[in-house]
C-alpha cells in the first residue's frame, strides 16, 4: 500500500459526490469497516487536494479510534479492499482521528457507509437563542 503525504495547510475539498460509486462495492465496503476492528466509521465522499490529486476522486475516508493502531487498521482495510475491487479500480483510502478539523465537513458531505451518526460535539459558547427561551 502506498502512502502520500499532504502538506500542512493544504486545501481539502469534500463534498458528495456526482456520480457514485457501485452500490454492491459500496455495501461491500460497509460489511469491511464492520469486521475491521477500530472503525468508528467510514465514509465515501468526493475529494479533491489540489498540488496533490490530478482530479477529484471518491475516496474511502476511514475514522479511526485514537486508542487503536492505525497501521493495523488501515492493514486490515486495504487487505480487504483486494478482494472486493475489481481488477483495474483504485481507491484511495484516508484514515481519521475523530478530532480532525475535517471530520465535521466529511460528514455534512453525508457519505457516510458505517457507522453511527452521533450528533458532533458542540464547543461552549454562545447558544442559538438567548437563556430566557425554552423551546
Same mark, same amino acid.
Given at each position: 500500500? #502506498? %502512502? %502520500?503525504k499532504?502538506?500542512?495547510?493544504?486545501?481539502?475539498? =469534500?463534498?458528495?459526490?456526482?456520480?457514485?460509486?457501485? #452500490?454492491?462495492?459500496?455495501? *461491500?465496503? *460497509?460489511?469491511?469497516?464492520?469486521?475491521?476492528? @477500530? =472503525?468508528?466509521?467510514?465514509?465515501?465522499?468526493q475529494?479533491?487536494?489540489?498540488?496533490?490529486?490530478?482530479?477529484?476522486?471518491?475516496?474511502?475516508?476511514? =475514522?479511526?479510534?485514537?486508542?487503536?493502531?492505525?497501521? $493495523?487498521?488501515?492493514?486490515?482495510? @486495504?487487505? @480487504?479492499?483486494?478482494?472486493?475491487?475489481?481488477?483495474?479500480?483504485?481507491?484511495?483510502?484516508?484514515?481519521?482521528?475523530? %478530532?480532525? #478539523?475535517?471530520? *465535521?465537513?466529511?460528514?455534512?458531505?453525508?457519505?457516510?457507509?458505517?457507522? *453511527?451518526?452521533q450528533?458532533? %460535539? $458542540?464547543?461552549? @459558547?454562545?447558544?442559538? $437563542?438567548?437563556?430566557? $427561551?425554552?423551546?
Open positions: 500500500m #502506498e %502512502q %502520500q499532504v502538506s500542512a495547510g493544504s486545501n481539502i475539498l =469534500v463534498g458528495a459526490p456526482a456520480r457514485p460509486m457501485d #452500490e454492491t462495492i459500496v455495501k *461491500s465496503l *460497509s460489511e469491511l469497516m464492520a469486521q475491521t476492528a @477500530g =472503525v468508528i466509521e467510514a465514509h465515501l465522499p475529494v479533491f487536494i489540489p498540488d496533490t490529486m490530478e482530479e477529484p476522486a471518491q475516496v474511502l475516508i476511514v =475514522v479511526i479510534d485514537p486508542a487503536v493502531s492505525v497501521d $493495523k487498521v488501515m492493514q486490515n482495510v @486495504g487487505g @480487504g479492499l483486494s478482494r472486493i475491487l475489481p481488477a483495474g479500480i483504485h481507491l484511495d483510502i484516508m484514515p481519521m482521528n475523530p %478530532q480532525h #478539523e475535517l471530520f *465535521s465537513p466529511v460528514r455534512e458531505a453525508g457519505c457516510q457507509i458505517f457507522g *453511527s451518526q450528533p458532533l %460535539q $458542540k464547543h461552549s @459558547g454562545p447558544t442559538d $437563542k438567548p437563556w430566557w $427561551k425554552i423551546w
